[in-house]
């Protein structure tokens, strides 16, 4: 019975460090912190992008990242994952809403819904991904009717790209009340 209850708890620990790998990918799109995304993956890492790319997971960085400048913010918002080990290595299903603001003469959202099928490989007990490959599901544009950008929201409403988003220096903050 002990091994099995540890057997669950290194698992459980796997589970967690993998869930942590996939919203730092997230973040690390959302804020443009390629410093962040390269932690995330392998060096020979690859990555088929729903047709739009297929290549090593750091030359998608590489196309990406002026793509992602061109746009207002973005947002990725990840549901459930499921999981499937086999040793130091482990496959997910993660499901992803991606939201797009436009910088175009009439901004668009684009909403994008669909899943990471993600194969992940631990090596001296760091997980990072080895493959990932993105399925959409489906997309929409609708016109974006408001600009949560104004000043009259404040500095820190309106996502921004690193460094200028708020976020970037909160996990450096000390625990007094954030202003």
């Known amino acids: 019975m002990a091994r099995k209850l540890t057997e669950i708890s290194a698992q459980l620990v796997d589970r967690e460090a993998i869930r ?24 020979e890492a690859c ?10 997971a750091i030359d998608l960085l590489e196309k990406a990242t002026p793509f992602l400048h061109s746009l207002h913010r973005t947002t990725h918002f990840l ?5 499937e080990f086999d040793g130091d290595s482990a496959k997910t299903e993660t499901y992803v ?26 090596r001296e007990e760091e997980w990072r991904v080895m ?3 993105l399925v959409l599901d489906w997309f929409m544009n609708v016109p974006a009717e408001g ?25 450096t903050m000390g625990l007094e009340r954030v202003q």
Not at 47 to 56: E, K, P, R, V, Y
Not at 97 to 122: M, Q, S, W
């Open 97 to 122: 809403i991606a939201y797009h603001l436009t910088k175009d003469a009439e901004p668009l959202n684009v909403v994008a819904c669909g899943r990471y099928l993600d194969i992940f490989e631990r």
């Open 47 to 56: 990555d088929q992008h729903a047709g739009m790319f297929d290549g090593t």
């Open 147 to 171: 600009d949560w950008s104004r000043p009259q929201f404040g500095h820190d409403t309106a996502g921004a790209r690193k460094p200028d988003d708020y976020s970037c220096n909160f996990f």
């Open 79 to 83: 549901g459930n994952t499921l999981f």
């Open 20 to 43: 942590e790998i996939i919203a730092r990918i997230a973040r690390a799109s959302d804020r443009v912190d390629n410093d962040l995304w390269r932690e995330c993956f392998w060096p």
């Open 131 to 133: 493959n990932r490959h």
